[in-house]
């Protein structure tokens, strides 16, 4: 458990290090939480001022906020309610009765509180709930399991400000650029968005993902140059791959370009700019080889 003393103030961030909006990364999770959460769960949003950056890269900050909304979920059943929350210095304790002083934790916090409406009442994954404990040891964090009453319980994560926040949660300097290689992938089917995501990061790749046009062009302003590929869907809703492709060329103009189809290469056409194709279903050995000749660079040797 990180001491009083040290977690009472920013953590230096190091040469490279990322800074990122927490706010912002809640706010655009909303989709992914949504689906991880099912039709038939409340899900609500409850986002702090007091809060903005953390010493924490995008995708790991990313990780963390669906991680807790995956163990949220598994505790309920066919009903009930989850709400995200983010808690910033100036806040509230999570709850009075919880024995963490605010001045022993000063830290942003993203919490997701669980309300159950009936008996029924699952248990985490022992594997979901390690992988996001081991995450926010990593990161100089820590999870915290705080009792509400007997049907409500909340999930919180702990997190280290970045250097330069003052009191209010702002960033008072500049933030440090992210170097190119991160992957940018593109697709609205979910559970195929998540396993290419999981084989990307398992093998060290950094992902940041979106599901339509408007989430791809967010990301792409967030992250600019940073984006070293566009892993993409040719067939999205409301627009083509190809299309999105050439309206995201301007914030990411030296990515290169993956798209990925269940349609043939004949029904594909001629790609533009050096982009390569991937015909659906692939395999994780395919998918690898093609984003390492893309990324060779940033590609981790497992």
Known sequence: ??????????????????????????????????????????????????????????????????????????????????????????????????????????RARVMVRVERSGPDRRVPEDLVLSELEQTLKRVDG?????????????????????????????????????????????????????????????????????HNERSALAQAELYGAAIGLVLSDLVLPGVSGKDLVRRLREPCEHAQVLYVSGYSPEHVGALSDGARFLRKPFTAQELLALVRELLPESAVAR
């Open 1 to 106: 458990m990180t001491s009083a003393a040290h977690a009472s103030r920013p953590r230096s961030v190091r040469a490279g290090e990322s800074c990122t909006d927490l706010n912002q990364v809640v706010a655009r999770a909303e989709q992914a939480i949504s689906e991880i959460a099912g039709l038939s769960i409340n899900v609500q949003f409850a986002l702090s001022p007091n809060v903005k950056f953390v010493a924490v890269s995008l995708p790991q900050l990313e990780g963390i906020v669906l991680g807790l909304c995956t163990v949220a979920r598994a505790l309920l059943g066919d009903s009930g309610r989850i709400t995200i929350e983010t808690r910033g210095i100036n806040d509230a304790p999570v709850a009075e009765s919880s024995g963490t002083p605010q001045t022993a934790d000063a």
């Open 142 to 210: 820590r999870l915290e399991v705080v009792p509400l009453s007997d049907a409500e319980l909340a999930y919180v994560a702990h997190l280290p400000y970045a250097a330069g926040t003052d009191s209010s949660g702002r960033m008072s300097i500049a933030v440090p650029q992210q170097q190119s290689g991160v992957i940018l992938l593109i697709e609205d089917e979910p559970q195929v968005q998540a396993v290419t995501a999981r084989i990307l990061r398992a093998y060290g790749y950094s992902v940041i993902t979106a």
